[in-house]
């Protein structure tokens, strides 16, 4: 990685605030990588692969280019044509002799290219659950150059304390100062781009597409093999979770439709990353990222609606059969979850005799939906728990009452 690749990525990220993290410019790499590849060791295949040359590609395949190698990122020719549309390209490298695999599905899948997953699928790709330890194996004993930190020289107007540069507006585009001499960063051993970012999340073509709301990619994904549908991701996430967190009704159906089952999965993973397992292989933005939005542990699709207040999704998921007084780990119902976030219409909906949820029902440690909207000040779900008559009485575990649960707020 020589400075002028640097100075391209960090122009890239264009951070555009006060304060500018040195590891942030790498979490950005991966997509200056796919608009400008030569920068980071390509080929003059990845070069015709990832722009859909198909006879340029057919020349140098022709010529003897080398099929399996690998740019700086550890994509294949193969990969790149994939996740860019390519098909023609991914049929002839496919046919002299590259690899198809699960990430080719998986950017194919992610980015909507429907004969490219239709040609995939048909040469035997499998879209498999992923490997979700936090071990990071793909690594072996290499290190992501992501997640390393570097010491770079800052402009004069800027403050290096700790990685963290602190300059003017003026100059907080990118605080390094490439006009100094510094060393090239080429063998210094400090670690290798990645295109890693499904790996770490564990996340199969089939989440990706549901993410990305690509609904024929879905059904074709789905078409055949349903294995994908009971994987999870690394916050125990299943393809069907994710069409929720969307909000994504079309998608919800598609999935119950091919397996009226899974609606009673619930998040029962978590990858841990940290103390055993290489918890500096994240940066901080990705870091961040990776914890932002968990699925709490026991959370069915319809916690999920609860927690989001997605009204006319969750009347479907009772209507296809969900069950209201299902319990999460902590023992909490949609009720719950519902009443903690303020949720006032799902909470209504919960309410009515014919969907049949307990207003009085209790978490493990004894608390009711009540206990839930008084700790989250769910000021409008109070209201209708006390209109509706729920108990006021009642007490938790700890011997608290809803109103002195919310005067410990």
């Avoid at 695999?101 to 992610?110: F, G, K, M, P, V």
Wanted: charged share 20%; net charge negative; with cysteine.
């Amino acid at each position: 990685m020589y400075k002028k690749d640097w100075k391209a990525a960090c122009e890239q990220a264009n951070k555009g605030s006060g304060r500018f993290h040195i590891p942030d410019i790498n979490v950005y790499m991966p997509e200056f990588l796919s608009k400008s590849p030569r920068f980071f060791g390509a080929s003059l295949l990845h070069a015709a692969a990832h722009g859909g040359h198909i006879h340029v590609v057919r020349f140098l395949l022709d010529n003897n280019a080398s099929i399996s190698a690998v740019n700086s990122a550890h994509q294949t020719a193969i990969q790149l044509a994939a996740e860019n549309g390519h098909a023609k390209v991914v049929k002839a490298l496919y046919e002299a002799g590259a690899v198809a695999d699960q990430t080719a599905l998986h950017h194919a899948a992610e980015n909507n290219r429907l004969e490219v997953v239709k040609f995939l699928l048909k040469a035997g790709v499998k879209d498999t659950c992923l490997r979700c330890d936090g071990s990071f194996y793909w690594l072996e004993t290499k290190s992501r150059l992501q997640s390393t930190e570097f010491d770079f020289w800052a402009k004069d107007n800027c403050i290096n304390d700790m990685n963290l540069l602190i300059c003017s507006v003026e100059t907080a585009r990118c605080a390094v100062d490439w006009e100094r001499q510094w060393e090239e960063l080429e063998d210094d051993g400090i670690g290798e781009l990645f295109d890693d970012k499904h790996l770490i999340l564990c996340q199969t073509a089939l989440h990706a597409a549901v993410a990305s709301g690509h609904k024929n990619v879905v059904s074709i994904l789905i078409s055949e093999e349903t294995s994908a549908l009971n994987c999870y991701d690394y916050t125990g996430r299943t393809p069907l979770h994710e069409a929720v967190r969307r909000n994504d009704e079309k998608l919800v159906e598609i999935l119950l439709e091919k397996q009226p089952q899974i609606i009673h999965q619930n998040c029962n993973h978590w990858q841990q990353v940290g103390e055993n397992f290489r918890s500096d292989m994240l940066s901080v933005q990705e870091s961040i990222d990776y914890h932002k939005d968990i699925c709490h542990c026991g959370y069915t699709p319809l916690h999920l609606v609860a927690r989001y207040g997605n009204v006319d999704l969750g009347i479907s998921l009772i209507l296809s059969g969900a069950k209201v007084d299902i319990q999460d780990c902590s023992g909490a119902t949609p009720f719950h979850v519902a009443a903690c976030h303020n949720k006032r219409k799902f909470v209504q909906v919960l309410s009515h005799p014919k969907a049949g949820g307990d207003i009085n029902s209790k978490t493990l440690n004894g608390s009711t939906p009540l206990h839930s909207a008084a700790t989250c000040a769910a000021v409008e779900v109070i209201d209708h728990l006390l209109y509706w008559k729920a108990n006021l009485t009642a007490v938790d575990d700890y011997g608290r009452r809803r109103y002195t649960t919310r005067f410990l707020m």
